[in-house]
C-alpha cells in the first residue's frame, strides 16, 4: 500500500526567507503526486501536481516542487516567503482507481515570522 | 469555478445518534469523496464514489456509510455517532479519469463533536 511522510510537522522561517518542505512517498509504481494548502478555516486548495516528464513542476502563488524518483521524494520550494503563506501544507499520492484515490501525508503547519 | 459546498461548518451531535453529512458540487464531476481530517494524520479517506450508487471503501470506512443517489449529491452517514468520530470532514470531488483530470477540489469541512 502507498504511504506519504512529511518528516517535519512544523517549521517557522522568516518572511523574505527560502521554504522547502520534505516530502517522501512509497509506491510501487510511477505516482501521481500532490501538494496541497490549507489556509486557516479553508478547503484545500492544489498547489502543484506531477504525473510525468519534466520533473521539476511549477505551480501557483511561486512555488515548485521537484520530483526525485531515486530518493521517492517530491519537496516542495518558494524562493521566497510570504506573511499569506502560513497554512498547512499536505503531499498526497494518487494510487488506486487511475490515481483518483489520494493518501496524504501528516502535514507541515507552517508560521512566518515578520 | 468548481465549488463544493457542506451542509454544515459545524455540529454538535450525542453519542448514539445518527448523523448525516451532505456534500453537493455543481460541476458535474463523477467522483466524490469523503475523508476525515485529524490532527499529525493529516487527511485520511472514508469512502469514494464513482457514480451515481456506486461506491468504493477508503482506508477507514467503520463506523460510516454513504449515500449517493443523484451525480451532485454525496451524503456521509454515521449511523451511531460516537466520541472518536469528533473530527474535521472534507468532501470533494473529481472529473475523474487519467492524466491531469484527477485533480480534486475540497469543500470548506464541517467540523463535527460529538459529546
Known amino acids: 500500500a502507498q504511504s506519504v511522510t512529511q518528516p517535519d510537522i512544523h517549521i517557522t522561517v522568516s518572511e523574505g526567507a527560502s521554504l522547502e518542505l520534505r516530502c517522501n512517498y512509497s509506491?510501487?509504481?510511477?505516482?501521481?503526486l500532490f501538494w496541497y494548502v490549507q489556509s486557516p478555516g479553508q478547503g484545500l486548495q492544489l498547489l502543484l501536481k506531477y504525473f510525468s516528464g519534466d520533473t521539476l513542476v511549477q505551480g501557483i502563488k511561486g512555488f515548485e516542487a521537484e520530483f526525485k524518483r531515486s530518493q521517492s521524494s517530491f519537496n516542495l520550494r518558494k524562493p521566497s516567503v510570504h506573511w499569506s503563506d502560513a497554512a498547512e501544507y499536505f503531499c498526497a499520492v494518487g494510487a488506486g482507481n487511475a490515481g483518483n484515490m489520494l493518501t496524504f501525508g501528516g502535514g507541515t503547519r507552517l508560521m512566518v515570522k515578520p | 469555478d468548481v465549488k463544493v459546498t457542506q451542509s454544515s461548518r459545524y455540529l454538535v451531535k450525542r453519542t448514539g445518534e445518527k448523523v448525516f453529512l451532505e456534500c453537493v458540487q455543481d460541476?458535474?464531476?463523477?467522483?466524490m469523496f469523503w475523508y476525515r481530517q485529524d490532527p499529525g494524520l493529516g487527511l485520511r479517506l472514508i469512502y469514494f464514489?464513482?457514480?451515481?450508487?456506486?461506491?468504493e471503501k477508503g482506508d477507514i470506512p467503520e463506523g460510516y456509510s454513504v449515500s449517493r443517489e443523484k451525480k451532485e449529491r454525496f451524503s456521509l452517514i454515521l449511523e451511531s455517532a460516537s466520541t472518536n468520530q469528533t473530527s474535521m470532514y472534507l468532501c470533494?470531488?473529481?472529473?475523474?479519469?487519467?492524466?491531469?483530470?484527477?485533480?480534486?477540489?475540497f469543500g470548506p469541512g464541517t467540523r463535527l463533536t460529538v459529546l
Open positions: 460541476m458535474d464531476h463523477e467522483n
Open positions: 464514489s464513482y457514480d451515481v450508487k456506486m461506491k
Open positions: 509506491y510501487g509504481a510511477t505516482p501521481y
Open positions: 470533494a470531488s473529481n472529473l475523474g479519469g487519467t492524466g491531469g483530470l484527477n485533480e480534486q477540489f
